[in-house]
């Protein structure tokens, strides 16, 4: 059985170019689809003659009970699908009528095969977003879908979310595609984000290296050697958005780095942000919080510190005593040091980029 929205809009173009009717009947043979609407609905003889015969049939102009024309049978692979009618008034051309009927076949194929792929496309995509979102465990019907996707979703995986900054060209969905293998998924997140899961096999490292390379400009949250994608996805992007908060300079973000900061930036202890939170609101013009960073991240590596922040040397005594006087913590202690740095990420996970 073929469906008719697809042959309507086959005869649709079809009778652009055709100067005699042509009508789609069913294995039945009543007519489906037509350019005359009026057929539409009645049993065609020519059809069903060609159906039975499984071959072509054509009418005369003198024939007093069927109009003139040829039947030719449709079919889509191996299988009859109904029959093609063409009417004409002069003596029938079969030869036209078969060519037509192979035309038709063809982009009835052509559509088919083209919606189906949409559809099953369509389903693949839905069936990931529930995957990504899924926070319970997989059933064995849940599994059995993503089987019958080509989707293995069980067994250990490494997730990367891949992000570009505003100043970064994107590396492009094709470049990444080139790089996975076919059990490997890339899923778009939004228009600078996408979504990596990979399996990890015996060509992993050498798959993950050349993905890390190939966004070396974008900043990207990754978790091993998990199960559950949805674990993995919330695990890559905390690493991710908080990361590039409290590592601007680098580009990968690992969940196993980052996993004290994540716990930290969580921590539920009223008030240890407020240290960082004064430095960053009334030191802003003298980049106290910048300077406290820079010193925490370079181990207080004096050189460095004026390199990164484009100070001299000078101005940094000045700039540790105001740190000192604002939040009450030296640098040069290292359990000051460890609080303030605890104090930074708490506030970052707070206030994120909107500090």
């Keep these: 059985m073929f469906e008719n929205r697809i042959m309507y809009e086959i005869v649709e173009k079809l009778q652009e170019g055709l100067s005699f009717p042509i009508s789609i009947c069913d294995v039945s043979g ?28 054509f009418s005369s102009p003198d024939n007093p009970v069927q109009k003139a024309g ?50 099953r496309s369509q389903e693949r995509d839905q069936f990931l977003y529930e995957w990504l979102h899924l926070q319970s465990g997989y059933t064995d019907s849940f599994i059995k879908r993503g089987e019958l996707l080509g989707i293995q979703i069980t ?10 900054g505003p100043e970064h060209v994107f590396v492009s969905s094709s470049v990444l595609l080139n790089l996975l293998n076919e059990e490997d998924i890339l899923l778009p997140l939004s228009s600078n984000q996408f979504l990596l899961i990979l399996r990890e096999n015996e060509h992993f490292q050498r798959k993950y290296h050349r993905l890390l390379s190939a966004g070396s400009q974008c900043h990207t949250g990754i978790c091993s050697g998990q199960d559950h994608l949805h674990t993995a996805y919330q695990a890559a992007m905390e690493s991710l958005t908080l990361g590039r908060l409290i590592f601007p300079d680098q580009y990968v973000h690992d969940y196993e780095q980052m996993k004290l900061a994540i716990a930290l930036s969580r921590l539920d202890l009223p008030g240890l942000e407020d240290a960082f939170a004064r430095l960053a609101d009334k030191g802003k013009t003298a980049q106290l919080a910048e300077t406290a960073i820079a010193y925490i991240q370079l181990n207080g590596d004096i050189r460095k510190i004026c390199e990164k922040l484009h100070i001299h040397r000078n101005s940094i005594p000045y700039r540790l005593r105001r740190i000192q006087e604002l939040c009450g913590k030296n640098l040069t202690d290292s359990y000051d040091l460890l609080y303030l740095y605890a104090s930074m990420i708490r506030y970052a996970g707070l206030y994120g980029e909107n500090r």
């Design 30 to 57: 009543r007519v489906m689809v037509s350019t005359d609407s009026s057929s539409i609905g009645n049993m065609n003889l020519l059809a069903i003659k060609a159906l039975n015969i499984n071959g072509r049939v």
């Design 155 to 164: 067994g250990n995986k490494t997730v990367l979310v891949m992000e570009r």
């Design 70 to 119: 040829t039947a030719v049978p449709l079919t889509l692979e191996g299988h009859r699908i109904g029959a093609v009618v063409v009417e004409q008034s002069a003596s029938p051309d079969s030869c036209a009528a078969e060519l037509l009927a192979k035309t038709i076949e063809m982009l009835y194929q052509e559509i088919f095969l083209s919606r189906k792929q949409q559809n």
